[in-house]
């Protein structure tokens, strides 16, 4: 994709492309996901970050009409919205079983670029909720409901 369409589709993270990148190399770089994940976007269309970005919307909007409804966490309905978000991520990026993305959850709760990209678009307080929906869906796949 070109710069413009970078910034279309990414907006602000189309300008630290080259720092965040670095980053995640250095901390997941030698990871089966990471390898999986720079695979699949390395051939990524507007197209395809518009079909991305449309699902992550939508699984946004359902967090935080959830929250805004205080629907508890390990709720089924919460549940649904954490597994739609893990399905989400093994589609477009790399597999992600329910243990990797209870782990992955962690740093939505621990750091702060994590958790403001969840809280921009749904409400303070969705990375600990979004967690605790995570935790519980793992915990649904576990019992196998």
Sequence with gaps: MSDDDKREMWGDFADREDELLDEVEARWGETNAYQESARKVSRYTKQDWAQINAGNTAIEARIRELMDAGADPTSEEAIDVAEAQRV???????AMDHEFHVQKSQLYVDDDRFRDGIERNTRPGAAEWLQAAIIANARRARLGR
């Design 88 to 94: 989400h991520i093994s589609r477009w990026f790399y």
